[in-house]
């Protein structure tokens, strides 16, 4: 199987004044690997270095050592993105233009012609059911409504790779319905989908495998069905056993 | 270079469906329609002195525009966190960068426009004839400056808190645009090491009171030789490059989280 994102010993150093030696460790020594058509968990309590991978993978933040790559190709190059959609866990888009105008303005820093550009547009305001809202500046637009713009920009260019930020956050059930639908649909195109999520029973339920984060490094990974198979237990428990929680006591 | 229209594009959008531009046209407007309007001089000397009013306005206004126009752009940014979703397009920081300027250098060059053209209807009106040369060489004069002011707010943007930049940046231009051209002067005059301090200040400065032909139009002497406008532009496009490379560098390495 293709390897579509590989992170190798991956360091990532913030500079603290108040911590010890100036600097704080926020990943370490993190390797991992997600190959083509899989559906990936990224899991972690908070300060586990989660977003700071992720800010790494999308360019944001250079990494101290190690090395990560999409598609092969450096994260540090911006080509390396050309092939990827992301959806932040917050909708930051602007506001002051309609969601048909933030579509054809990413369509074009994807270098979409015209002609993709209009259809791809259309597909998904479709698709994420604001067709009829289209020419409404974003401002005006519920919560839910932007998420799912934000979802839109997402799929703009058809990507091979989904990196998706706690993209359940905020949304409603019906919500949470679609975009789990979006992700199983993605699969079956054979996409790949990055997935960073503290809704571990959605996780369990989409993802083919996990890498389970903690202070830092990976404690686990593997298949959903090996990681409850050899814990005995729900992804849930399988999850706060790793990070060393201690299980709430069974009443038998 | 597309993805650099791109952004220039929602910058534009951006200068259209904000108010600033409409206020600051119609202040312009109303005041030199305010002072057209008052009869105290006689005819030669009114259509001068509304002349001048209006262009000084023009001058005024537009460097408002530039400034905070430019200025805003990286940290609205960030502030709005819409700098993540578009860095993780296939974009660089310095095609963002480049994208923002082209975007606001453009703008101001719209808003150029339809000032001159207010201020050549009450040209026309006062004095019945439009010396087109004069006209266009000021419009293009005017827009290269701007476009060294706009790359000076970028940069400063990056350096300093907006509000700081916005002070700081038109302080500056006021500065350089009254008193640039006599530094050399004051050098001579303070000599010593202070004298070599005004004098690097004196050459390090881009001379922006060397775009300002508003003389020219005001008294309607000949237009300026074209030899002058070129190496005016040259001169311009050389400090919008360094600025702008400066920022780029900065941009690079700045943390956006």
């Given at each position: 199987?293709?390897?579509?994102l590989?992170?190798?010993?991956?360091?990532?150093?913030?500079?603290?004044?108040?911590?010890?030696?100036?600097v704080?460790?926020?990943v370490?020594?993190?390797?991992?690997?997600v190959?083509?058509?899989?559906?990936?968990?990224f899991?972690g309590p908070?300060?586990?270095?989660?977003?700071?991978?992720?800010?790494?993978l999308l360019?944001?933040?250079?990494a101290?050592?190690g090395?990560?790559?999409?598609?092969g190709?450096d994260v540090?190059?911006?080509?390396?993105?050309?092939r990827?959609?992301?959806?932040?866990?917050?909708?930051?888009?602007?506001?002051?233009?309609?969601?048909e105008?933030?579509?054809r303005f990413?369509?074009?820093?994807?270098?979409?012609?015209?002609?993709?550009?209009?259809?791809?547009?259309?597909?998904?305001?479709?698709l994420?059911?604001l067709?009829g809202?289209?020419r409404r500046?974003?401002r005006t637009?519920?919560?839910?409504?932007?998420?799912?713009v934000?979802?839109?920009q997402?799929?703009?260019n058809?990507?091979?790779l989904?990196?998706?930020?706690e993209?359940?956050?905020g949304?409603d059930?019906?919500?949470r319905m679609?975009?789990?639908?979006?992700?199983q649909?993605?699969?079956?195109?054979?996409?790949?989908?990055?997935?960073?999520?503290h809704?571990?029973?959605e996780?369990?339920?989409?993802?083919?495998?996990?890498?389970?984060l903690?202070q830092?490094?990976?404690?686990e990974?593997?298949h959903?069905s090996?990681?409850?198979?050899?814990?005995?237990?729900?992804?849930?428990?399988?999850?706060?056993?790793?990070?060393?929680?201690?299980?709430?006591?069974?009443?038998? | 270079?597309?993805?650099v229209?791109?952004?220039a594009?929602?910058v534009?959008?951006e200068l259209?469906?904000?108010?600033?531009?409409?206020?600051?046209?119609?202040?312009?407007?109303?005041?030199?329609?305010?002072?057209?309007?008052i009869?105290?001089?006689?005819?030669?000397d009114?259509?001068?002195?509304?002349?001048?009013?209006?262009l000084?306005?023009i001058?005024?206004?537009t460097?408002?525009i530039?400034v905070?126009?430019?200025?805003?752009?990286?940290p609205a940014?960030?502030?709005s966190?819409?700098?993540f979703?578009?860095?993780?397009?296939?974009?660089?920081r310095?095609?963002?960068?480049?994208?923002?300027?082209?975007?606001?250098?453009?703008?101001?060059?719209i808003?150029?426009?339809?000032?001159?053209?207010f201020f050549g209807?009450i040209s026309?009106?006062r004095?019945?004839?439009?010396?087109l040369?004069?006209?266009?060489?000021?419009v293009?004069?005017?827009?290269?400056?701007?476009?060294?002011?706009?790359?000076?707010?970028?940069?400063?943007?990056?350096?300093m808190?907006?509000?700081?930049?916005?002070?700081?940046?038109?302080?500056?231009?006021?500065g350089?645009?009254?008193?640039?051209?006599f530094?050399?002067?004051?050098?001579?005059?303070?000599g010593?090491?202070?004298g070599?301090?005004?004098?690097?200040?004196?050459?390090?400065?881009?001379?922006l009171?060397?775009?300002?032909?508003?003389?020219?139009?005001?008294?309607?002497?000949?237009?300026?030789?074209?030899?002058?406008?070129?190496?005016?532009?040259?001169y311009?496009?050389v400090?919008?490059?360094?600025?702008?490379?400066?920022?780029a560098?900065l941009?690079?390495?700045?943390p956006?989280?």
């Amino acid at each position: 199987m293709d390897t579509t994102l590989r992170v190798n010993h991956l360091r990532v150093e913030y500079p603290a004044p108040s911590e010890p030696g100036g600097v704080k460790l926020a990943v370490n020594d993190l390797s991992f690997e997600v190959r083509r058509g899989e559906v990936f968990g990224f899991l972690g309590p908070n300060g586990a270095g989660k977003t700071t991978t992720m800010n790494v993978l999308l360019g944001y933040v250079n990494a101290t050592g190690g090395s990560a790559e999409l598609f092969g190709v450096d994260v540090r190059q911006p080509i390396a993105r050309q092939r990827i959609g992301y959806l932040p866990e917050l909708t930051y888009y602007y506001r002051f233009l309609t969601a048909e105008e933030l579509l054809r303005f990413y369509a074009r820093i994807f270098g979409l012609n015209h002609h993709t550009a209009s259809r791809r547009i259309d597909e998904l305001l479709k698709l994420v059911e604001l067709d009829g809202v289209r020419r409404r500046p974003i401002r005006t637009y519920s919560k839910g409504m932007q998420q799912r713009v934000g979802l839109a920009q997402a799929l703009i260019n058809d990507p091979d790779l989904l990196l998706l930020d706690e993209p359940t956050s905020g949304l409603d059930p019906i919500g949470r319905m679609k975009v789990r639908e979006i992700i199983q649909r993605l699969q079956q195109q054979g996409k790949t989908v990055f997935f960073s999520s503290h809704e571990l029973g959605e996780v369990e339920t989409v993802c083919n495998r996990v890498a389970i984060l903690h202070q830092g490094c990976v404690q686990e990974q593997g298949h959903v069905s090996d990681l409850v198979a050899k814990y005995q237990c729900d992804l849930e428990q399988v999850f706060l056993k790793v990070v060393g929680y201690p299980s709430p006591p069974r009443h038998e | 270079m597309n993805r650099v229209f791109a952004v220039a594009a929602v910058v534009i959008r951006e200068l259209i469906r904000r108010k600033d531009f409409y206020v600051l046209f119609v202040l312009t407007a109303a005041i030199t329609l305010l002072m057209g309007s008052i009869t105290f001089f006689n005819e030669d000397d009114i259509a001068r002195y509304v002349k001048e009013i209006c262009l000084l306005l023009i001058w005024l206004a537009t460097l408002v525009i530039a400034v905070t126009t430019a200025g805003r752009q990286l940290p609205a940014e960030k502030e709005s966190r819409t700098i993540f979703p578009l860095l993780a397009k296939p974009i660089s920081r310095t095609e963002v960068l480049a994208g923002k300027f082209l975007g606001c250098w453009l703008a101001v060059g719209i808003t150029l426009i339809v000032f001159y053209l207010f201020f050549g209807v009450i040209s026309l009106a006062r004095e019945h004839e439009l010396p087109l040369v004069n006209y266009l060489q000021a419009v293009w004069l005017h827009w290269l400056m701007l476009g060294i002011v706009a790359a000076l707010a970028l940069l400063g943007s990056l350096l300093m808190t907006p509000a700081a930049n916005l002070s700081i940046v038109i302080l500056a231009v006021i500065g350089i645009w009254t008193v640039g051209e006599f530094l050399n002067r004051v050098a001579a005059k303070a000599g010593g090491v202070s004298g070599w301090l005004i004098y690097a200040v004196y050459y390090a400065i881009p001379h922006l009171e060397i775009f300002d032909i508003r003389e020219r139009i005001i008294h309607g002497w000949e237009p300026v030789p074209w030899g002058a406008v070129i190496l005016a532009s040259g001169y311009a496009l050389v400090y919008m490059a360094m600025l702008l490379a400066a920022a780029a560098l900065l941009f690079r390495r700045k943390p956006l989280t």
